[in-house]
């Protein structure tokens, strides 16, 4: 039942009753039908025996045997007449004609009035008695008694009729067959008439369960001809508009569906911070760009960055100032370079750029001028100001170069080296095949500690000149390089921004302290002039244990310390405030003076002076950085000169490598210079036996 269509349901629905309903009525009136023929047939054969019996009393009283055989031919002679037999008083046949069935039992029978005698499948038998009939003149010559009651007429024989019932059962068979054909035809009518209604019902019904299915197969925009009236019509409406919102609805999801694949397809390949390519797909670009290179198209470069102080903002402000400093860097970076460029972030806070068509020359000069954009920008958070700096690797590709595992080593080598230099400069690295990786800093630690254990950490020697007056003493600044075999040496910055994490800074400027105060105590021994600046990590700054170690060493040689300042950046000032003006004041009661590296580069540079009364500052590189470039920069140079002059405080300018800066510097005011226009660096012991203890 489940599996009928809604039309065969309806045409079930309206047959089967009235298919039901007009069976029965044919059959109940073909039986009615039937008994009443059958009710016909008893009728008339009881009439007929009726009749033929009182003729038959003549013949059987008078012995007439033609006259009777006569009247048995002429019954039979009757329509449906199979036989008729006369019989006298004692059961012998006495006339008969046609093909009589009565047996004779059944002819000896004796009953009083007609009636039916017998009936088979196909007959049927009737039998009435013939009486002698009492006649008036009868009467009169007899006598009888005057109280006896009127007897009975005497029975002095039975006529007997048989009728065939063929006829009865072919009138039956035509009724029956008329019934059917009238039952076919009313059906057959009935039938049309519901196939038409159901059709009419039906097709509006199909029209939307088509359309239904189109809908489902994604044709939306299919609709249907509201043409009914009814429910229909309110479906076929409802249908419309539903299929209208769907439609509405489908195009409206599309259309996030696209824009959120391409916003996935985007995140995909951009950083979710910066909005820059990621690393995957600047590795996907630069294996597209190498595949050109190969192909003989023209080479080009790519630089590898890494911020410099990064760290120190994200320990100092939380990692939102760290997000925004890259977001800054990014746009920084992106607005010096070209639109055929690309410029990813890599992770962290490194950045890569890949120049297009740009040979080694040009792509050295854009990473001096993004190194010297890094320099110059300050990063401000709250009231905090940041000096950020970039150090930059710098590898060209040509067709020499085989896939990008090279390139990415050469230049990650690069910016190592540049970080280890000293920070916030351009190292190149030519592509080689066999090249790796930089090594892996998870191995600080032990490098470290095993060169202090063996006297690896080589103490250098940084001359200062003093720029205006001949002081007759010798002016020193102290760093350290990390020599390891088969191993490029690892500058102090960057030795200690690795020393940090591992808490081993302290150990490094404990290192620093012994030399300068040994080489303090020698040359107060030997009648010498010497001044030793002393670079401390923001864990000594921090730490008030340094000042006692400070204190047990000058002690020990029976120094007062007069000699010797403690340097360490502004930006440790910044950001330990309260720890570095308590460390300045524990200098000043020992005597040692304190100083200020990086000095210039924040808007609150100047308020540290007061804070701490340090005796030298050296003066930021974007300070020296364009001197004699722009009439701007002098100036500033200038008015910074003026400033701490009048706060008796030594400047100090570092990296000057010509001749014509030191004459700037010098005509400026500026009262120390420090590089390679001075003085190289040199082994500190080396150069305090030759500079200060052979000299008069």
């Known amino acids: 039942m489940n599996r009928l269509t809604l039309r065969h349901r309806l045409l079930l629905l309206t047959l089967l009753p009235s298919a039901l309903i007009a069976i029965a009525l044919v059959i109940y009136f073909t039986f009615s039908g039937i008994r009443t023929l059958e009710g016909e047939l008893r009728l008339k054969g009881l009439a007929t025996v009726r009749y033929l019996a009182p003729i038959s009393e003549y013949g059987i009283i008078a012995g007439q045997i033609e006259s009777l055989h006569g009247l048995a031919q002429a019954t039979v002679q009757e329509s449906g007449v199979k036989a008729a037999i006369i019989v006298n008083q004692k059961g012998r046949t006495i006339a008969v004609s046609g093909r009589v069935s009565l047996s004779a039992e059944e002819l000896r029978q004796a009953f009083d009035e007609p009636r039916q005698v017998a009936e088979t499948g196909q007959w049927i038998a009737f039998g009435a008695p013939v009486k002698r009939s009492v006649a008036d003149t009868d009467l009169l010559f007899e006598t009888a008694p ?53 059709d009419n019902l039906v097709r509006p019904v199909m029209r939307l369960a088509q359309a239904v299915n189109s809908m489902s197969s994604g044709k939306l925009d299919t609709r249907v001809t509201a043409s009914s009236s009814g429910e229909i019509g309110i479906l076929e409406s409802g249908f419309n508009q539903m299929a209208a919102r769907i439609e509405e609805v489908h195009l409206s999801m ?19 911070l910066t909005g820059l390519l990621n690393r995957r797909e600047f590795e996907h670009r630069l294996e ?30 939380g990692y939102l100032a760290g997000d925004e400093l890259l977001r800054q860097m990014a746009l920084l970076f992106q607005g010096r370079l070209r639109e055929e460029d690309t410029l990813a972030r890599l992770g962290g806070d490194e950045f890569s750029i890949m120049l297009a068509n740009c040979s080694g020359a040009r792509a050295r000069q854009v990473a001096e001028d993004i190194c010297g954009l890094a320099a110059a920008y300050r990063f401000i958070w709250q009231d905090k100001v940041f000096a950020i700096g970039a150090s930059i690797g710098v590898t060209t590709v040509n067709r020499k170069v085989h896939n990008i595992n090279e390139i990415v080593a ?34 600080w630690a032990g490098r470290i500690a095993s060169a202090l254990a063996d006297d690896r950490l080589l103490v250098e020697a940084i001359p200062l000149r003093s720029l205006q007056i001949s002081t007759g003493s010798h002016t020193v600044a102290l760093t350290a390089r990390l020599n390891e075999p088969g191993l490029p040496p690892v500058t102090l ?30 040359a107060k021994r030997r009648g010498r002039n010497l001044h030793c600046l002393l670079p401390l990590s923001r864990s000594s700054i921090s730490s008030r244990e340094t000042a006692d170690y400070i204190a047990r060493s000058l002690a020990s040689h029976n120094l007062s310390g007069e000699r010797l300042c403690l340097v360490f950046s502004e930006d440790i000032l910044t950001h330990l405030t309260s720890q570095a003006m308590e460390f300045s004041r524990q200098m000043h009661m020992l005597g040692c003076t304190v100083g200020l590296e990086d000095f210039g580069g924040g808007l609150s540079s100047f308020s540290h002076l007061r804070s701490i009364s340090p005796s030298h500052v050296k003066l930021s590189r974007s300070l020296t950085r364009d001197l004699g470039g722009t009439r701007a920069s002098t100036a500033l140079l200038r008015a910074v000169q003026e400033i701490t002059s009048d706060l008796h405080i030594h400047t100090i300018a570092e990296d000057v490598d010509d001749q014509e800066t030191l004459d700037q510097l010098r005509d400026l005011g500026i009262d120390f210079a420090q590089g390679k226009a001075v003085a190289p660096n040199e082994p500190f012991e080396v150069w305090l036996e030759g500079a200060v203890m052979r000299t008069a």
Request: aromatic share 6%.
């Open 146 to 198: 005057a109280a006896s009651k009127a007897s009975p007429p005497e029975v002095i024989g039975y006529v007997f009729v048989e009728y065939d019932k063929t006829d009865l059962a072919n009138k039956q068979r035509e009724l029956v067959q008329r019934g059917l054909l009238i039952v076919l035809f009313g059906l057959l009518i009935l039938a049309a008439l519901a196939i038409a209604m159901a």
């Open 493 to 522: 910055a960057a030795l200690i921004d690795a020393a940090e994490r591992y808490d081993l800074a302290p150990a490094i400027d404990r290192r620093l302290i012994d030399a300068a105060v040994e080489a303090l105590a020698r």
């Open 288 to 317: 597209k760009a190498l595949a050109s290179v190969q192909a003989g198209d023209n080479e080009f470069a790519v630089l590898f960055i890494d911020l410099d102080r990064f760290k120190q903002v994200n320990d100092t402000c």
């Open 254 to 272: 599309q259309s996030r569906i696209e824009e959120a694949t391409a916003q996935l397809a985007f995140q995909a390949r951009h950083d979710a």
């Open 410 to 443: 050469a230049g990650d080598t690069a910016c190592h080296r540049a970080k280890e230099s000293g920070r916030n400069r351009v190292c190149e690295q030519e592509v080689v095949p066999t090249q790796e990786r930089r090594h892996d800093t998870s191995n």
